[in-house]
């Protein structure tokens, strides 16, 4: 007879050091059998939203923390079952002595989320699952039963495990496909208390919109916000990705924890606005010439398939600008009292999301094309929109760039994302009377607001890298001057 064990499975570290995340939701239930590596459980940390992959192969015996729950890094979140190769443990129960250490030694080392590795020393397939709502989610000692549901609001004490849950007492289900959606949309069908089981997709391949979501709770058109992206405004109508909701008759104020991305970017604001001495400097410039540019640029054959803004432009122009200004791509390290010159630029693109403010980066943008370039940024906006902007592309960035001009706003006065010297804030582009050649003409004027830490960049410095960058954007063909 096989030899069984309970292992308990405790939050890894995600990366960064981060001390806790958010259980967003549960891919098993109770009962159900995984293998290695098939992603179990959803989790959002101080910076992204990630899928944790399963570091055993056996069944889910109890699920140790509810959706909506903030653990600690370390808690147990979910034990499994499973099978003692090594022999030691005793049939269906925790294993002692020597077959516990054995079954430390195999305890797989997360760090990150990344494959477990089999015997066979390579990376096991992971299977995307999604439980079916009918399966009991967590494992309670009797006769408490908790009711299913497909997404569950932060609430409630976390379940306790009692005696180790066998199939034949726990209702198992089988993994079934996941319902095609994009993140904003299961957001709208939480917020509403729409089952995607239950909703059937009119969109390319059956994938679920936003307006089948509406249409199962009977229609209506919900105010939404847009979601925008620094430099590319959402397109699709999924790219919604906030709602308005209208409080309940009476009710005169609502309260919303502090958690996940937005706690972690408050925090890193306040540290970043009274760690640093902020000053800022603002160039209103005329960018027809750019514009115009950047209309040649999209009816190029060179460029056809590449997604093109004056964000683009603007970024390779703060790219080039570097090269003669590198005070702005430094980093204070009060530890070691030293002033950190990077050799690279990753350059960091902030964005607005439902979770908050993100600023995810793109690693060596220096060394890139404008074509690479414009990949690069398609390939961010894409990822950010689908929420799955890993750990490794929000760290790291050496120099920001911020467009409120999305929102129609002109200039600001940007904090530094922490650890970065300068940050650029891009204004709307409008046209406005504007002297040219001697005389009024109506022009496309944009002003650029530059946020620079003082203890790095002097004023001379900064003024100087915002005067080239400007001649740049007023007239591309400076660049030439400048490489």
């Not at 009918?134 to 009797?142: C, I």
């Not at 432009?313 to 791509?329: C, M, Q, S, W």
């Not at 994302?417 to 009024?440: C, F, Q, S, T």
């Given at each position: ?63 140790l ?8 890094v ?21 294993a002692?002595?020597a077959?516990?250490?054995?079954a ?22 992971r ?27 932060p609430a ?13 007492t ?9 319902p ?41 058109d ?9 430099g590319?405004?959402?397109s699709?109508?999924e ?33 970043s606005?009274?760690t ?96 690479e ?27 920001s ?16 994302n922490?650890?970065e ?12 009377p ?21 203890r790095?960049?002097d004023g ?24």
């Amino acid at each position: 007879m096989t030899a069984t064990m309970i292992k308990e499975f405790r939050l890894p570290d995600l990366g960064e050091g981060l001390t806790e995340s958010e259980i967003v939701a549960w891919k098993v239930a109770v009962g159900d059998t995984v293998s290695l590596n098939q992603i179990i459980a959803e989790v959002e940390t101080a910076k992204a939203v990630v899928e944790l992959p399963s570091p055993y192969a056996g069944v889910v015996t109890a699920l140790l923390e509810q959706p909506g729950t903030v653990v600690e890094v370390g808690k147990p979140i979910v034990s499994f079952e499973i099978e003692d190769h090594d022999g030691d443990a005793p049939a269906g129960g925790a294993a002692g002595g020597a077959g516990e250490a054995a079954a430390v030694k195999r305890e797989p080392n997360l760090v990150g989320y990344g494959a477990v590795l089999e015997s066979s020393g390579r990376p096991a397939r992971r299977t995307r699952t999604f439980a079916s709502p009918t399966a009991t989610p967590v494992a309670v000692a009797p006769p408490v039963a908790v009711e299913p549901a497909p997404v569950v609001e932060p609430a409630g004490t976390p379940v306790a495990t009692g005696p180790a849950t066998h199939p034949a007492t726990s209702p198992a289900t089988h993994p079934e496909e996941r319902p095609r959606s994009t993140p904003p949309v299961r957001k709208l069908a939480k917020d509403l208390g729409v089952d995607l089981e239950a909703v059937t997709g009119t969109g390319e391949r059956g994938l679920i919109t936003r307006d089948d979501v509406r249409n199962f709770v009977g229609g209506g058109d919900l105010p939404a916000a847009a979601h925008e992206l620094a430099g590319v405004p959402a397109s699709e109508p999924e790219a919604d990705q906030t709602q308005a909701h209208a409080p309940a008759p009476g009710v005169r104020e609502t309260r919303t924890p502090i958690k996940g991305v937005r706690k972690f970017t408050a925090a890193a604001m306040v540290q970043s606005a009274f760690t640093a001495p902020h000053a800022t400097e603002f160039l209103t410039i005329d960018v027809t010439p750019t514009m115009e540019l950047l209309a040649k640029l999209k009816a190029s054959r060179a460029f056809a398939g590449f997604k093109l803004t004056p964000l683009t432009l603007v970024a390779k122009a703060v790219l080039i600008a570097l090269r003669n200004h590198p005070t702005l791509n430094t980093r204070w390290d009060e530890a070691t009292q030293e002033i950190v010159q990077y050799r690279y630029v990753n350059l960091g693109i902030a964005a607005a999301t439902p979770r908050g403010l993100t600023v995810p980066n793109i690693k060596d943008a220096d060394r890139m094309s404008l074509k690479e370039l414009s990949s690069a940024l398609t390939a961010l906006t894409d990822t950010a929109r689908e929420g799955k902007t890993g750990t490794a592309d929000l760290s790291g960035g050496t120099i920001s760039i911020t467009n409120i001009g999305v929102f129609g706003i002109d200039a600001g006065t940007p904090i530094l994302n922490p650890g970065e010297a300068a940050i650029l804030a891009l204004g709307a582009v409008r046209k406005m009377p504007w002297e040219y050649k001697d005389e009024v003409a109506l022009r496309q004027v944009m002003t650029l607001s530059l946020s620079f830490d003082h203890r790095l960049v002097d004023g001379e410095q900064g003024s100087r890298f915002l005067q080239d960058l400007g001649a740049m954007l007023a007239d591309p063909g400076m660049v030439l001057a400048m490489v």
